[in-house]
C-alpha cells in the first residue's frame, strides 16, 4: 500500500482538507495528514468539506511523525513554512509542493472567509485528483 503525507503549518486548514479528499480519492492509499506545529482541526474546513459529502470532524492536528515520514511514496508540503521546517525529505520519495494561502488568514464577513476556504479546497481536490491520475 502507498504511503502519502500531506504536511501543513499547524495541520487545522489545509492538510486536514487534503487528507479528507486522499481518503476518497485516493483508493489503495494510506493517507495521514501532520504539521510542524499543532493547532487544532479548523471548524470551517470541517464545514466547507462537510458541502462535499466528506466528514473530516473525527480527524486530528498532530505533529509529524518521523517514522510515518521515513516510509512514506509521497510528501506533499501545502505551504512555505512546513516546506522550510519539515524535516529532509527522505532520498527515494516523492515530493510536490502546493504553495497554498492558508484560509484561516482569511478576514472579512463569514461568508467572505467562507468562499476562502472553498477557493483552497476546490484547488485541493484538483490536485489530490492529480495524485491519482499520475500515480495510481
Known sequence: MKKVYFLCTGN???SQIAEG?????LEG???RSAGIET???NPRAVKVMAEEGIDISSQKSELIDLDYFNECDLIITLCGDALD???MIPKGVNHE???LQDPACATGTETEILTEFKKTRDLIKIYVQKIAD???
Open 12 to 14: 487545522s486548514c489545509r
Open 97 to 99: 509542493h502546493w504553495d
Open 134 to 136: 499520475n500515480f495510481i
Open 85 to 87: 521546517k519539515c524535516p
Open 21 to 25: 479528499y486522499g481518503h476518497k480519492i
Open 29 to 31: 492509499w494510506e493517507v
Open 39 to 41: 493547532h487544532g482541526l
